[in-house]
């Protein structure tokens, strides 16, 4: 009996399945504390959803409700880059299974650009989490926190201006 | 017309990282601070890859004209690969064509030059192959050019002509040259006998060993070398049976087209003139000629061949044959019609005969009932056709079930021997 549909590579099916495996094991990470049964439910639901569909918008639902999650419980120890390295290996394989269709092999030039792409995308991962750990907001000047936000909103308008639609 | 897209990952890694930096920045909240860092690097460097070209794509094959069973390359021509990373060709599926990847889906990093995909058709005929969807992505997965669609392009497959080398020779072959012995003594190679000298004889043709011994001229005789005129009928009513390929069982019209082949390649190489008429609704006709050329040409008329449901017998075959000329008839003998039209060609006096391409079309599948209707209907079909058989063999017009090489060898020297016998007319 075949276990996979005609042309799709064993690779292929790792990363889809690691698509859905990996939100729910940043879930799980919380145990022994449950997570409630809707989040748990919608997790496991969008990130199925994704693993069928990687190069579909629904990839953002399930890392962003984890994300929710853990940033409702404010849990900031060392879980939390755990959770970190989880959801961007989530993201990196779903951008890895989206340049085709199922049936196209994984490229193993692509799969190294991308581990190595995937590994320097997590280098600000630590230093973040040390600042949250070592460094007291109360401490910073108020300029630093409107630099701060000046800068994200510059950043969201550019985003946005480069993300629009070209005239033709 | 298609432009650069943002990708369903950039958008993400957007969301997640800009988005989530700025509402932890907002609320004062530390976890999404954290989380969103990797994110941030993600979407900027996506960002940053946007190209700027507009690239023109279109895929080139290596070959348009193919023998089933050969292979070609696709390949991909982008005229602007500017900002390009990687590009992505998925082709659809065609009709007795088999590619490599063999699910058509292929892609590949632009560093390493373009994806090619390797196409090999199975059965001759016009193929449509090449129709596809391609994308180019920039660096760091952030946009995406297309999926833009590439048409198809027509690759003409002609039908395999090996295995086939008939040794025998054309019963009657007319003409001026050839490497068919004629009957008649001439100026040929091949040797004939040593007779007396006579007046007019050349003086190189002495044989001086025969004429020393017995002290009297003899001269060598050989015989002069003709080409024959062959007519190559193929039925292309019907098509009976599911065609496999080169690699699966037969339909009938493909033993029809493939025995035809084999015979029209064998028969140009010997040098003798080739003729073909196909008999559909609208007949084709290629009249008799010889050389690669022509071979090329019946080769080619052979692939465009198509059964049409509206194809009539005809009653008779005008093929304005001369004396000397050989028929083959190449069919699975199922139409009535046809089988008058070429007993009519063999009482006219031509050297018929009847290749039958019928293979095992008409056998009952293992497992199928055997007093089932189908298979009822099939036994009465072959009944009918052994008795026209029969018949058209009674008239002595010979039927040899297609099987490759050496095929009509036995037959076509029956048919010489009785040629040479001398006939009492009324």
Redesign the interface.
């Known amino acids: 009996m075949r276990l996979l549909r005609?042309?799709v590579t064993p690779p292929v099916v790792v990363l889809r399945t690691l698509l859905l495996v990996l939100p729910c094991a940043a879930l799980a990470v919380a145990l022994p504390q449950v997570p409630d049964g809707l989040v748990v439910g919608g997790v496991v639901m969008s990130a199925a959803a994704w693993a069928w569909m990687p190069?579909?918008?629904i990839?953002?639902v399930p890392?962003?409700l984890v994300?929710a999650w853990?940033?409702v419980?404010?849990?900031?120890d060392w879980r939390?880059?755990v959770?970190?390295v989880l959801?961007?290996a989530a993201?990196v394989a779903?951008?890895l299974a989206?340049?085709?269709?199922a049936?196209?092999?994984v490229?193993p030039?692509?799969a190294r650009?991308w581990a190595a792409?995937g590994l320097?995308?997590?280098?600000?991962?630590p230093?973040?989490?040390l600042a949250?750990r070592v460094l007291d907001?109360a401490l910073a000047p108020s300029w630093l926190?409107l630099l701060?936000?000046a800068t994200?909103?510059g950043?969201?308008l550019?985003?946005a201006r480069?993300?629009r639609?070209?005239t033709? | 017309?298609t432009?650069?897209?943002?990708?369903?990952?950039?958008?993400?890694?957007?969301?997640?990282g800009?988005?989530?930096?700025?509402l932890a920045?907002?609320i004062?909240?530390?976890?999404?601070?954290?989380?969103?860092?990797?994110?941030?690097?993600?979407?900027g460097?996506g960002?940053a890859g946007?190209p700027r070209g507009r690239p023109q794509v279109t895929t080139r094959l290596d070959h348009r004209r193919l023998h089933e069973g050969q292979g070609t390359t696709s390949r991909l021509e982008v005229d602007d690969l500017a900002g390009v990373e990687?590009v992505?060709r998925?082709a659809a599926r065609a009709a007795h064509v088999a590619s490599q990847?063999?699910?058509?889906?292929?892609?590949?990093?632009v560093?390493?030059g373009p994806p090619t995909i390797g196409l090999s058709p199975r059965r001759w005929g016009r193929r449509d192959v090449g129709a596809e969807r391609v994308?180019l992505?920039s660096p760091?997965?952030g946009w995406r050019w297309g999926p833009v669609h590439v048409p198809a392009t027509s690759l003409l497959v002609l039908p395999r002509t090996a295995p086939y080398d008939g040794r025998a020779e054309v019963p009657q072959p007319d003409g001026l040259v050839g490497r068919h012995r004629s009957r008649r003594v001439g100026s040929g190679t091949e040797f004939e006998g040593i007779r007396h000298f006579a007046t007019g004889d050349r003086l190189k043709r002495i044989n001086w060993p025969v004429s020393l011994r017995t002290g009297e001229l003899h001269v060598v005789t050989t015989r002069a070398e003709q080409d024959a005129g062959v007519w190559l009928v193929v039925d292309a009513l019907r098509d009976i049976g599911v065609s496999g390929g080169i690699d699966g069982r037969p339909s009938t019209l493909d033993l029809t087209v493939r025995a035809a082949a084999a015979l029209a390649e064998h028969h140009v190489r010997t040098g003798d003139r080739v003729g073909l008429v196909v008999v559909t609704a609208n007949g084709t006709r290629v009249p008799l000629g010889s050389g690669p050329r022509h071979l090329q040409r019946l080769l080619g008329t052979l692939a465009r061949t198509r059964t049409d449901a509206r194809s009539t017998p005809p009653e008779r075959l005008e093929l304005g044959t001369e004396s000397g000329s050989v028929v083959h008839v190449l069919s699975p003998m199922l139409s009535t019609p046809l089988v008058t039209a070429t007993a009519s060609l063999q009482r006219g006096g031509t050297s018929v005969v009847v290749v039958d391409t019928l293979g095992d079309a008409l056998a009952v599948p293992d497992g199928a009932e055997r007093l089932g209707l189908p298979a009822l209907a099939t036994r009465m079909q072959k009944v009918e056709r052994d008795d026209r058989l029969r018949r058209l063999a009674a008239l002595g017009a010979p039927v040899v079930p297609w099987r490759g090489p050496g095929t009509l060898d036995t037959v076509l020297q029956k048919l010489a021997r009785r040629a040479q016998v001398p006939r009492v007319r009324a």
């Open positions: 005609p042309g190069d579909h918008a990839g953002i890392l962003a994300a853990w940033a419980h404010g849990v900031v939390l880059l959770v970190g959801l961007a993201h779903a951008t989206s340049y085709g269709p049936t196209l092999a490229d030039d692509l650009l792409r320097l995308a997590l280098v600000p991962l230093v973040t989490w949250v907001p926190w701060a936000g994200v909103v950043l969201l550019l985003t480069l993300t639609p070209q033709q | 017309m432009s650069w897209q943002p990708t369903p990952a950039l958008v993400r890694a957007c969301l997640l800009i988005g989530g930096a700025g920045i907002a004062g909240q530390e976890v999404l601070a954290v989380l969103s860092a990797p994110f941030v690097v993600l979407a460097a960002l946007r990687h992505t998925v990847p063999t699910y058509g889906s292929v892609g590949s990093l560093a390493t994308a992505t760091w997965a």
